[in-house]
């Protein structure tokens, strides 16, 4: 569902507004993740821990209603620009059926192409390809975004795994108070993907509009000559020094127990870096795959979901050996990593995307 939502994002979004519609999506996804922990703890603490399951198969169940009714279908391939009117069951709503059937009824329209001079071929179905993501990991650019992407997530995962465990252990909370610390984390997150999608377009424009004064070049949005990496990706390196402190005092914080509130102001800081920089990572990563943004956000998730697992299973085993401290001083530093990376990516990528489109 979430490299989906990036597909849909491709096809209805246009470059200078992209990040907007990005940061809109980050922000629901980061106050969920953050809200769920907050329903858990009352679900179990009223009713036990099985209700969480009857709640999330209710819910789960619910949203897919309401896609098989209204959600349409928006891949280019088969609508177009949304003029074309795709056939094949699997590709309707039953909003859309019922439309139909109504139309048919009062004309005998046909519907055209997005030229409008022939009616449209039926889509072949096909089943997805699990390894047709791999690929895109062979992309320079591409590989060096889901990178920096997947050490942010990493330790982004597994600050959140530690906040259940040590926070009851040290504050005392109860079901309902563990859940609720996850809260500033969220909040943060919205703040900082919606306000981040709205800077990465800003500063889109903004370039486009200074190359154009400086240079005298009026960039075409497809142009590989466009400085698209050094423009998607500024202010990366504030948000990981900011991401950085944020950890560090995380650890201080449970090492010499201080105030509850000093911990809720390091996941504030965290969360809003770290979600700030998934806005500005998945723009790119979304600018650099247009024909295969589902599948670029599938090799992204493939990725940092590894990546996530691996740095949530060693947290105890860290913790235990070096203590909250030199632990999350060695998270903190595993965010150094993506500096070079972006740096690499930003003073690279136009040559690389030259090169691709002339290979193809």
Same mark, same amino acid.
Not at 10 to 21: K, N, V
Not at 26 to 46: C, E, H, K, N, Y
Not at 216 to 240: A, H, M, N
Not at 245 to 257: F, H
């Given at each position: ?28 996804? $980061? ?177 486009? $509009?200074?190359?154009?004064k400086t240079q005298g070049v009026q960039y075409d949005k497809k142009s590989p000559d ?15 020094g900011t991401t950085v402190l944020g950890i560090i005092g995380y650890g201080l914080t ?107």
């Amino acid at each position: 569902m979430y490299g989906a939502a990036y597909g849909v994002i491709a096809d209805i979004a246009t470059i200078d507004e992209r990040g907007s519609f990005v940061g809109v999506l980050l922000l629901m996804t $980061d106050f969920a993740t953050s809200l769920g922990p907050v329903i858990g703890g009352g679900l179990t603490q009223g009713f036990g821990w099985r209700a969480i399951f009857w709640f999330l198969a209710i819910f789960t169940g619910s949203h897919f209603l309401v896609m098989l009714l209204f959600f349409p279908e928006t891949q280019r391939k088969i609508v177009g620009n949304g003029s074309i009117r795709p056939k094949g069951l699997v590709y309707q709503t039953v909003f859309s059926l019922i439309q139909m059937r109504r139309q048919k009824k009062n004309t005998k329209a046909v519907a055209v192409g997005e030229k409008g001079d022939e009616a449209p071929q039926k889509p072949k179905f096909r089943f997805p390809d699990p390894i047709a993501c791999l690929p895109v990991l062979a992309d320079k650019g591409s590989l060096l975004v889901i990178l920096i992407t997947a050490v942010n997530y990493a330790v982004k995962a597994a600050l959140q795994t530690s906040l259940d465990a040590q926070c009851v252990d040290l504050y005392g909370l109860t079901y309902i108070q563990a859940g609720l610390v996850y809260l500033p984390s969220g909040v943060g997150g919205g703040f900082g993907s919606y306000g981040a999608g709205k800077f990465v377009d800003w500063n889109y424009r903004r370039t486009v $509009d200074r190359l154009a004064k400086t240079q005298g070049v009026q960039y075409d949005k497809k142009s590989p000559d466009f400085p698209l990496e050094r423009t998607r990706l500024r202010g990366i390196y504030l948000l990981s020094g900011t991401t950085v402190l944020g950890i560090i005092g995380y650890g201080l914080t449970l090492r010499y127990r201080w105030h509850i509130a000093v911990m809720l102001i390091m996941q504030l800081l965290t969360g809003t870096a770290t979600a700030a920089t998934f806005t500005l990572c998945g723009t790119l990563l979304t600018d650099l795959n247009m024909t295969r943004s589902a599948t670029a956000q599938a090799a992204s998730n493939l990725v940092r979901c590894l990546s996530a697992g691996g740095a949530v299973a060693i947290l105890q085993p860290m913790v235990e050996k070096v203590g909250p401290v030199g632990c999350f001083a060695i998270y903190a530093a595993t965010i150094f990593l993506g500096i070079p990376l972006a740096w690499v990516l930003q003073r690279y990528g136009v040559a690389w995307r030259k090169g691709r489109a002339v290979a193809d």
